[in-house]
């Protein structure tokens, strides 16, 4: 079946560092792929979206880019702040309502 | 506008007794689905509905487990009777078509 595997946490780094989440699925057909964002007694919240191969979602600094050779989503942003500390979930779906996830990845920052 | 609300928030209760989540979707949202996230792990799909009728409920773990939703707005999930492994977090979310998933800040189970 459909699944996502993205990069254990937790991730701790101080402001202004480059973070890096790795994301990779494995799903048959063209799936559409996302980033969830989890702040801290908050819910889920779609960050950023690519719904066909090298389409590059981007959001609040966060870039991803659909990479179909790699089957890979990694989450990218430049210069982190205090405020990006959340939980970051990477997921998929095929156009049937139904989105896979994968298992978060907790991201602190420090100031 | 209103977005995904849950009821409780959290909800603590021993094994073996039975607790009731509640969903409000968005307003016009026709589909709603239920979804968990168990010990950290993935977050793992439970049902869909698209109005009154269930879609798929293919991720429903067990027959203790039981979703309704009346007259095709708010959603209620049942566990009866609760074990210490349905513990997690239950999101709720809704969408007017795919992909577009707007989810509710999630009901925190305990079972002690």
């Known amino acids: 079946g459909d699944s996502v595997t993205q990069m254990e946490g937790p991730v701790t780094l101080s402001e202004e560092a480059f973070l890096t989440i790795n994301c990779t699925y494995t799903?048959?057909?063209?799936?559409?792929l996302f980033w969830y964002v989890q702040y801290p007694g908050e819910g889920l919240q779609l960050l950023l979206k690519?719904?066909?191969?090298?389409d590059k979602g981007s959001n609040k600094g966060f870039e991803a880019t659909y990479r179909k050779e790699t089957t890979s989503f990694h989450l990218e942003k430049g210069s982190v702040q205090v405020s990006d500390s959340a939980v970051y979930f990477c997921?998929?779906?095929?156009?049937?309502?139904?989105?896979?996830f994968g298992a978060g990845t907790t991201v602190t920052v420090r100031a | 506008e209103a977005g995904v609300t849950q009821f409780p928030s959290h909800s603590v209760i021993e094994k073996g007794q039975t607790v009731t989540l509640r969903c409000d979707p968005i307003?016009?949202?026709?589909?709603l689905y239920w979804y968990r996230r168990v010990m950290g792990k993935e977050i793992k799909f439970l049902l869909h509905f698209v109005k009154e009728s269930k879609q798929d409920e293919s991720g429903m773990p067990n027959n203790r487990f039981l979703a309704e939703r009346t007259g095709g707005t708010y959603s209620t999930l049942k566990v009866q009777p609760a074990e210490l492994e349905d513990s997690g977090v239950y999101f709720c979310?809704?969408?007017?078509?795919?992909?577009?998933?707007?989810f509710g800040q999630g009901t925190r189970l305990t079972v002690v």
């Open positions: 979310a809704s969408s007017p078509f795919p992909g577009e998933a707007f």
């Open positions: 307003s016009g949202h026709d589909n």
């Open positions: 799903a048959t057909g063209y799936p559409s």
């Open positions: 690519a719904t066909k191969a090298d």
């Open positions: 997921a998929l779906t095929k156009g049937d309502y139904k989105l896979s």
